[in-house]
């Protein structure tokens, strides 16, 4: 009996559930062999066990808990939205989350009815969540100074015992995989799908990764040697840096923090993290995680810094109250740097932090590199983009629409390298648009928990909307055509903008060139199908971050890719970059520079150092006479042989530099 026939005899279910196991069954082998590649080296570490162990021993990874509150635990919040949530700006409602001032220039100011505090609130509803303390320049000094003095063991611990605590960390998040979507989405306002994929996926994939390849990319490296030092042994050793400071944004809130944690910690750092104001309540549960997982695995907890004091979350009860007054009493969990901008800048000036690694906006990045500045402190900056998706007209719509769809509207459009630009060739771009214009008019949008299910969520930042309503009022009235959306979604009290869909966008429209960081699909026409043309306007753009190319001719789309200036490219994908954590992610021009992931990203959390040892103990570098002090007269005639003998290419050249040596070695002047 053939394949054919089996098939046709099969039932579906049957042959649904074959074609399901070998999908996932190559999967399951090569994420579990992941962990078991430094497994063994884990228990030849531990006293008192035998070489018995099987071949597919695991480490021990323990199990632990993580106490929830009440908001963190809640589906659905009750009560209505916070009245203070709501301010007039140019005639129109602007919904403020997670602080109650906002200045016109998107910065955020204390409130002065609530000194010393940020009140947090969910985007999509604008429910209060609770207060975190906004921390000053003294109480950051305390919070890295605390992360210092647990480093001062962490950087002797094995990277066995490194990836013991990473695995922990792993296996509770695959363990509670839904409450951590839902107090991501409940403080950023995406849908839990989208907190599953950009939030859940990628955070276990970096942790499979580092834990598999981590410690092959720190081992000590030898590098090979010239001539004249034949006799030595070089090699460069990746020495952990110290305390790192992370500045995260507010996007993606579990994983923009759990990203250099993850990084930092293995690398033998302890990790401070600055996070954003607009997303400090859910980072008190993050953190909570990280911390008993260090415990748990006999480690100090303060090695990590990212939570808020709980004791600001709204609970009730006695055990509440006294934990409230303890927190109040000692400050006991606060773990973090939390606050405005005095607090981000405190943490980059910060004597103690050795290494400063910033995600956010161009502007920022150069005020983080101006303050970093007079102390010499490196930094990492991943910045804006305005990464394009390329459509030839060639090109399956069957493949790309659905990876245009995600890549303009997965968490409202707020990605660092989400589909800001789609350059349409001419020849399929009339198909494209019939195409996805009615799915974009379908897309649902709401908040996040508790409503419904929906496909958009809500904007995080306040001051986006307005940013989005300029671009697109600007490319409307430059000849761009607003098919879907365009506007503010009134339907909720929460902060929404309609996905949007404009066509006839070109280089001479703000939204073509400024990072849009919303629900909005650009469609940009390249002119007969010229595939120089289309390199061109990518090209001309002050970014540089990812990039996509999609053609029925994958050596074409490859071409394409291969000259674009940007840091990333999918050729027939989109996104997928990050989700190869082996690869760096970074860009050049204003999308920053350096790079995390990957082994460059690993090795930019250490000290690397160069060093040189003898190969044999007994051959020893030793300075000929004519070069040590004083100079003879034939030491200029000893040197110049020297070069001669080493780096002539000719025998000739060689032999005539060897008689001047030996005759310089003997006093005699050339």
Same mark, same amino acid.
């Given at each position: 009996?053939?394949?054919?026939?089996?098939l046709?005899?099969a039932?579906p279910?049957?042959v649904a559930l074959a074609?399901?196991?070998a999908v996932?069954?190559?999967?399951l082998?090569w994420?579990?062999?992941g962990?078991?590649e430094?497994?063994?080296d884990f228990?030849a570490?531990q006293?008192?066990?035998?070489n018995?162990?099987p071949?597919?021993?695991r480490p021990?990874v323990?199990?632990i808990?993580?106490?929830?509150?009440?908001t963190e635990?809640?589906d659905?919040?009750?009560?209505?939205?916070?009245?203070?949530?709501?301010?007039?700006?140019g005639?129109e409602r602007?919904?403020v989350?997670?602080v109650?001032v906002?200045s016109?220039?998107q910065k955020?100011?204390?409130d002065?009815k609530?000194?010393?505090v940020i009140?947090c609130?969910?985007p999509g509803t604008?429910q209060l969540l609770g207060?975190v303390?906004a921390m000053?320049?003294?109480?950051?000094?305390?919070?890295v100074?605390?992360?210092?003095?647990?480093?001062?063991a962490w950087?002797?611990?094995?990277f066995a015992e490194?990836?013991r605590v990473l695995m922990?960390?792993?296996?509770?998040?695959?363990?509670h995989?839904?409450e951590?979507?839902?107090?991501a #989405?409940?403080?950023s306002?995406?849908p839990?799908?989208?907190?599953?994929l950009?939030?859940v996926?990628t955070t276990?994939?970096?942790i499979?990764?580092?834990?598999?390849n981590g410690?092959k990319w720190?081992?000590?490296?030898?590098?090979?040697n010239?001539?004249?030092?034949?006799?030595?042994?070089?090699y460069v050793?990746y020495?952990?840096?110290?305390?790192?400071?992370?500045?995260?944004?507010?996007?993606?809130?579990?994983?923009?923090?759990?990203n250099?944690v993850?990084?930092g910690?293995?690398a033998g750092?302890?990790?401070?993290?600055?996070?954003s104001e607009y997303? #400090?309540w859910?980072?008190?549960?993050f953190?909570?995680?990280v911390?008993?997982?260090?415990?748990?695995?006999g480690?100090?907890?303060d090695?990590?810094?990212?939570?808020p004091?709980?004791c600001c979350?709204?609970r009730?009860?006695?055990?509440?109250l006294a934990?409230a007054?303890?927190?109040?009493s000692n400050?006991e969990?606060?773990?973090?740097?939390t606050?405005?901008g005095?607090?981000?800048?405190?943490?980059?000036?910060c004597?103690n932090?050795d290494k400063?690694i910033?995600?956010g906006?161009p502007g920022v990045g150069?005020m983080v590199?101006k303050g970093a500045?007079?102390h010499?402190?490196p930094?990492?900056?991943?910045l804006?983009?305005?990464?394009?998706?390329v459509?030839?007209e060639?090109?399956?719509?069957g493949?790309v629409?659905?990876?245009?769809m995600r890549g303009?509207f997965q968490?409202?459009?707020?990605?660092?390298?989400?589909i800001?630009?789609?350059l349409c060739?001419e020849?399929?771009?009339?198909?494209?648009?019939a195409?996805v214009?009615p799915?974009?008019?379908?897309l649902?949008?709401g908040p996040?928990?508790g409503?419904?299910?929906?496909?958009?969520?809500?904007m995080?930042?306040p001051?986006?909307?307005?940013i989005?309503?300029?671009l697109?009022d600007d490319?409307?009235?430059?000849?761009?055509?607003?098919l879907?959306?365009?506007?503010q979604?009134?339907?909720?009290?929460?902060n929404?903008?309609?996905? =949007?869909l404009?066509?006839?966008?070109n280089? =001479?429209?703000?939204?073509?060139?400024e990072?849009?960081f919303?629900p909005v699909m650009?469609v940009m026409?390249?002119?007969?199908?010229?595939d120089?043309?289309?390199?061109?306007?990518i090209?001309d753009?002050d970014?540089?971050?990812g990039?996509a190319v999609?053609?029925n001719?994958?050596?074409?789309?490859t071409?394409?890719?291969?000259r674009?200036?940007?840091g990333m490219?999918?050729?027939?994908?989109?996104g997928v970059?990050y989700?190869v954590?082996s690869l760096?992610?970074?860009?050049i021009k204003e999308s920053?520079?350096?790079?995390?992931a990957g082994?460059e990203?690993?090795?930019?959390?250490?000290?690397?150092?160069?060093?040189?040892?003898?190969?044999?103990?007994?051959i020893?570098?030793?300075?000929?006479?004519?070069?040590?002090?004083?100079i003879?007269?034939?030491?200029l005639d000893?040197g110049?042989?020297?070069?001669?003998l080493?780096?002539n290419?000719?025998?000739?050249g060689k032999a005539?530099a060897?008689i001047q040596m =030996?005759?310089?070695?003997m006093?005699?002047?050339?």
């Amino acid at each position: 009996m053939d394949l054919r026939q089996v098939l046709e005899e099969a039932s579906p279910t049957h042959v649904a559930l074959a074609v399901a196991l070998a999908v996932a069954l190559p999967i399951l082998l090569w994420t579990f062999s992941g962990y078991v590649e430094h497994g063994m080296d884990f228990f030849a570490e531990q006293p008192g066990l035998t070489n018995s162990i099987p071949a597919l021993s695991r480490p021990s990874v323990p199990s632990i808990e993580v106490e929830l509150t009440e908001t963190e635990e809640a589906d659905e919040l009750k009560g209505p939205a916070h009245p203070e949530m709501k301010i007039q700006v140019g005639g129109e409602r602007l919904l403020v989350i997670s602080v109650l001032v906002l200045s016109m220039r998107q910065k955020v100011a204390a409130d002065p009815k609530h000194p010393g505090v940020i009140r947090c609130f969910e985007p999509g509803t604008l429910q209060l969540l609770g207060e975190v303390e906004a921390m000053t320049p003294e109480r950051v000094e305390e919070v890295v100074l605390k992360a210092k003095k647990a480093q001062e063991a962490w950087v002797n611990t094995t990277f066995a015992e490194r990836r013991r605590v990473l695995m922990t960390m792993q296996k509770y998040i695959t363990g509670h995989v839904h409450e951590i979507c839902r107090v991501a #989405s409940r403080d950023s306002g995406k849908p839990l799908l989208d907190a599953l994929l950009g939030e859940v996926l990628t955070t276990c994939e970096k942790i499979r990764c580092v834990c598999a390849n981590g410690e092959k990319w720190l081992q000590r490296e030898v590098r090979p040697n010239g001539p004249l030092m034949m006799h030595k042994t070089s090699y460069v050793e990746y020495h952990p840096l110290g305390v790192l400071g992370v500045i995260a944004p507010w996007n993606y809130p579990f994983h923009n923090v759990m990203n250099h944690v993850v990084s930092g910690i293995f690398a033998g750092n302890a990790v401070v993290s600055k996070v954003s104001e607009y997303t #400090s309540w859910s980072s008190a549960y993050f953190s909570r995680i990280v911390q008993a997982s260090l415990r748990a695995c006999g480690h100090d907890p303060d090695l990590v810094q990212v939570s808020p004091p709980c004791c600001c979350q709204p609970r009730s009860g006695a055990r509440a109250l006294a934990r409230a007054n303890r927190c109040r009493s000692n400050r006991e969990c606060q773990q973090v740097v939390t606050g405005f901008g005095e607090a981000g800048a405190a943490l980059v000036a910060c004597k103690n932090i050795d290494k400063i690694i910033f995600t956010g906006s161009p502007g920022v990045g150069r005020m983080v590199m101006k303050g970093a500045a007079p102390h010499l402190k490196p930094v990492i900056l991943e910045l804006g983009g305005k990464d394009p998706l390329v459509i030839c007209e060639d090109a399956k719509l069957g493949e790309v629409v659905p990876m245009a769809m995600r890549g303009c509207f997965q968490n409202a459009g707020q990605n660092c390298c989400g589909i800001e630009r789609i350059l349409c060739y001419e020849g399929i771009q009339e198909e494209f648009v019939a195409t996805v214009k009615p799915m974009i008019e379908k897309l649902r949008q709401g908040p996040a928990l508790g409503h419904g299910l929906f496909d958009v969520g809500a904007m995080v930042m306040p001051r986006q909307i307005e940013i989005i309503q300029e671009l697109v009022d600007d490319a409307v009235a430059k000849g761009a055509k607003l098919l879907v959306g365009g506007r503010q979604n009134k339907d909720w009290d929460g902060n929404f903008y309609l996905p =949007t869909l404009l066509t006839g966008v070109n280089k =001479t429209m703000r939204i073509a060139n400024e990072e849009v960081f919303g629900p909005v699909m650009a469609v940009m026409t390249v002119p007969n199908n010229d595939d120089e043309l289309a390199v061109e306007i990518i090209n001309d753009c002050d970014f540089g971050l990812g990039s996509a190319v999609f053609s029925n001719d994958q050596k074409r789309a490859t071409r394409i890719g291969n000259r674009i200036r940007a840091g990333m490219t999918t050729v027939n994908d989109f996104g997928v970059n990050y989700l190869v954590q082996s690869l760096p992610f970074g860009g050049i021009k204003e999308s920053g520079f350096d790079r995390f992931a990957g082994p460059e990203g690993l090795r930019a959390c250490c000290l690397m150092k160069s060093v040189v040892v003898d190969t044999f103990s007994f051959i020893r570098t030793s300075i000929p006479g004519p070069l040590q002090y004083p100079i003879a007269e034939v030491g200029l005639d000893f040197g110049k042989s020297m070069v001669g003998l080493m780096y002539n290419e000719g025998i000739l050249g060689k032999a005539s530099a060897l008689i001047q040596m =030996t005759k310089a070695s003997m006093g005699i002047k050339s």
